[in-house]
């Protein structure tokens, strides 16, 4: 669903439950997708006995890839123009995230009449931690 320039406002929020419970099945899967199958994301033995992490913990790209479901469910694939940020804390087997994206900044869009949406994103587990704090671009259509 694409963002209409006449339906947003600075300070609006958009938020989503992005993930229920993940499993670990979910992280090892992940792995398989991504190619990165270091041990501290797939080996339970590993990520306790050796490393001294209480479990095996998501990849930080996986945190981030399912924060972009809110972006593009909102603004949709096609008009996301950018998304970035920084990985603030570990994801774990069990937890809950919610993303929130909060509209910034609105401007006009160089030719086509479009507005661009600047967004602060931040996802939290079901403590409140956040877990991932960014920004995005997005183009909304008049």
Known sequence: ???????????????????ENLTRT???????????YNPLHTDEVFATKVAGYPSVF???MLTMGMTAKLLTDRVGVDHLLAFGGRFIALVWPG????ARATIRELSD??????VLVELDVVTVNAEGTEVFKGQATA????
Not at 1 to 19: I, P, R
Not at 139 to 142: I, K, L, Q
């Open 95 to 98: 937890d809950t995230l919610t």
């Open 139 to 142: 183009r909304a259509e008049t």
């Open 26 to 36: 979910q992280i090892v899967q992940y792995a398989g997708a991504s190619g990165d």
């Open 109 to 114: 869009a160089a030719d086509d009449g479009s």
């Open 1 to 19: 669903m694409a963002l209409k320039a006449s339906e947003v406002a600075v300070g609006q929020s958009f938020e989503s439950t992005v993930v």
């Open 58 to 60: 998501a990849h930080g």
